[in-house]
């Protein structure tokens, strides 16, 4: 049974366009990541919530923000996407210590 | 601040046959994790195995196991009897004990397995 569930899992949008992405978990994990990752390439962490604590990257661009409104689910909210945007964003959970569970991720087309 | 290194982007290896993955790492932490996650095409990305920094046994998963060389800030993945479903992008990463959760990943190596 899948345990951080994304979706959707193929989002297209226009340049410009505000996308929401979604992730929840039924391990409640107190710990909860939003990754981007280009292709062929490692992800990259965008921010992450510890409990209700938001962190935010120190490169993250602004055009990026997050909701988490109770344990089990996590928004990614894109407000302007650009081209460079596209990429497979990645959901992930864990408790305070220890693995990472990821989904399987939202690929994200931008035309 | 923590790198990984991955020098390998590609490999490939026959069914049945054994075949190494390499990681190097650098950091001043002492206490740490080090992990190996298999990321298949248009699935997601799973632990494979888990290494304390603290422990000198390697760590050993069924047909996956690690070389853990502290000194050398080297974590190679040996992968045995090779299957078509080992085929995938595998990571290695590294968590500081001091800094969360935090993950830092290389860059990824691309196995194919071939039948």
């Known amino acids: 049974d899948a345990m951080v569930i994304q979706n959707p899992r193929y989002q297209v949008t226009q340049f410009g366009k505000p996308v929401t992405l979604s992730c929840s978990q039924t391990?409640?994990?107190?710990?909860m990541y939003w990754y981007q990752q280009k292709s062929s390439q490692a992800p990259k962490l965008l921010f992450h919530?510890?409990?209700?604590?938001?962190?935010n990257e120190a490169d993250t661009p602004d055009n990026f923000q997050s909701r988490r409104p109770n344990t089990s689910f996590c928004f990614l909210d894109i407000r302007s996407p650009g081209l460079g945007d596209a990429a497979m964003y990645l959901c992930a959970t864990s408790w305070a210590t220890g693995e990472l569970f990821f989904g399987e991720g939202s690929r994200l087309t931008v035309l | 601040a923590q790198t990984v290194t991955q020098s390998q982007p590609e490999m490939s290896v026959q069914e049945a046959e054994t075949v190494t993955l390499s990681c190097t790492y650098d950091t001043s932490e002492n206490n740490y994790y080090l992990f190996w996650y298999k990321q298949p095409p248009s699935r997601q990305m799973i632990l494979v195995i888990r290494?304390?920094?603290?422990?000198?046994q390697n760590a050993t998963e069924n047909r996956f196991s690690v070389n853990f060389q502290k000194a050398a800030k080297s974590f190679s993945l040996k992968i045995s009897d090779s299957q078509l479903g080992d085929t995938a992008m595998y990571f290695c990463?590294?968590?500081?004990?001091?800094?969360?959760?935090?993950?830092?990943f290389g860059g990824g190596t691309r196995l194919m397995v071939k039948p």
């Open positions: 290494q304390e920094a603290y422990k000198q």
């Open positions: 391990l409640n994990h107190n710990v």
């Open positions: 990463a590294f968590q500081a004990n001091n800094a969360g959760n935090m993950l830092t």
């Open positions: 919530y510890y409990d209700k604590d938001f962190n």
